[in-house]
């Protein structure tokens, strides 16, 4: 997301240029946004299956005057022919009402009575409920799963794709990669999203299954888990050869922060 030879007056041109709705930013935000001296973007949250897919990223500008604004970028495939769309919003919660609207498949961020946000510490004190909360919806099982639709698309390549991006020690190893180079289909499923904020920091949490049927007929699945529970915020993927460890895992990257 961040080019290093990107510069920012560029990069806005490029985000507002590409916006179907960059006419409905006030005007006093396009405004501010020409004094921007520099930027950072980030991926906020993302929902990827075989056929839709949804992506939320979080753009911050430092403006002259030492202030900061924030842009939220929804990116979605419901164009014609699948083709991919932009939509820039100045409140978060904006973003979500418009991912909540989008067409049937699209988990949106409206659940919970229409506020995902899982609360926050007030000073010193600990929301123990809201913690609770997210842990336990982190350890919750699964909702009852839609039939999978395997795609045959370069699926042991995508296998091997994953497994190079965890960054966890406890990844599988060659044994799993081995069994996967005989993929030659694959189904994506999120199974769980959440972005929330923990001991008053923002975090998201995704748990993704990558399923694969192999050449000779059985199925096996990675258990991946995208976060942004880490020190400095920074988006994080780490995969698991079961669905408990993966949910085991979140759970711990939510109390240890």
């Known amino acids: 997301m961040n080019d290093p030879y990107e510069t920012t007056e560029t990069h806005l041109e490029r985000l507002l240029g590409r916006a179907l709705n960059s006419f409905d930013l006030p005007d006093s935000t396009v405004e501010r946004l020409d004094s921007a001296l520099a930027h950072a973007s980030s991926l906020h949250s993302s929902h990827h299956s075989a056929a839709l897919h949804r992506a939320t990223y979080r753009h911050a500008y430092l403006l002259r005057d030492g202030h900061s604004l924030v842009l939220w970028e929804l990116v979605h495939n419901t164009g014609r022919d699948g083709s991919e769309q932009h939509e820039l919003y100045t409140e978060e919660s904006e973003a979500r009402l418009a991912a909540s609207r989008l067409p049937a498949g699209f988990p949106g961020f409206a659940g919970h009575g229409g506020d995902d946000a899982c609360g926050a510490d007030a000073g ?11 842990l336990s919806s982190l350890m919750a099982p699964p909702a009852t799963p839609l039939p ?5 698309e370069d699926s042991a390549d995508h296998a091997r794709r994953v497994l190079r991006r965890a960054e966890n020690a406890d990844r599988p190893g060659e044994e799993t990669a081995s069994l996967l180079r005989a993929a030659f289909a694959h189904h994506i499923t999120q199974v769980f999203g959440r972005q929330c ?3 008053g920091k923002d975090a ?8 694969f049927l192999l050449l000779d007929g059985t199925e096996t699945s ?3 888990v995208e976060h942004t529970a880490t020190p400095d915020g920074r988006h994080m993927c780490e995969v698991y ?3 408990r460890t993966a949910r085991d895992a979140m759970e711990l990257r939510a109390r240890v922060r």
């Open 124 to 134: 010193l004190g600990v929301d123990l409920d809201a913690d609770w909360e997210l």
């Open 148 to 152: 999978r639709m395997y795609v045959p």
């Open 197 to 199: 904020q923990v001991a």
């Open 204 to 211: 998201g949490f995704t748990l993704y299954e990558h399923a």
């Open 222 to 224: 990675l258990w991946e």
């Open 241 to 243: 050869d079961a669905e």
